[in-house]
């Protein structure tokens, strides 16, 4: 095959001249590759998201549950306080809460009911002494956690020892 002068100098130009598109033969791969890295990542982040959620909404379940099972143990205490004012209001005599898990004094009736291993549900009632009803003074959880006499001695102010 012969080509003509012109035809030669212009493959040869196109040989001498450095290709335009040199820088962005691998910058497609690139782009994808960071776009991958980048979605890998988030989908790493919303799984750790979601786990989180899950096993909070299991611990608030478990909590709910705890908390109205020990609500439901003591409104039996109370029917029973309440059943015993009744027969005592009929009877003319004062109430009996010898067998039933409460402490009374004083026109007070109180008891605890467990929760859960840290806390306690505490409920107080006051008698009324001449009508024999009651009202619900105190409802409400409390930490039962007993703090011991373990302290730390970081400083001895007194210089005693």
């Known amino acids: 095959m012969t080509y003509t002068r012109s035809k030669q100098k212009s493959i040869s130009r196109r040989r001498d001249r450095a290709p335009d598109n040199i820088m962005f033969t691998g910058s497609s ?5 960071i776009l991958i890295v980048c979605l890998v990542t988030f989908a790493a982040l919303n799984l750790s998201t979601a786990k989180s959620d899950l096993s909070y909404s299991r611990r608030l379940v478990n909590s709910r549950q705890d908390y109205y099972a020990a609500c439901n143990s003591a409104n039996e205490i109370i029917a029973q306080v ?25 026109g007070l009736v109180s008891f605890s009911v467990p929760v859960n291993e840290r806390q306690e549900l505490m409920v107080e009632l006051s008698l009324d002494s001449d009508e024999y009803y009651y009202n619900i003074t105190t409802f409400q959880v409390v930490t039962a956690v007993e703090r011991g006499e373990d302290t730390l001695n970081l400083m001895n102010v007194t210089g005693e020892y």
């Open 82 to 106: 309440q059943d015993r004012l009744i027969a005592a209001d009929e009877g003319k005599t004062s109430p009996d809460f010898t067998d039933l898990p409460v402490v009374c004094s004083e």
């Open 29 to 33: 791969l690139l782009l994808v590759s």
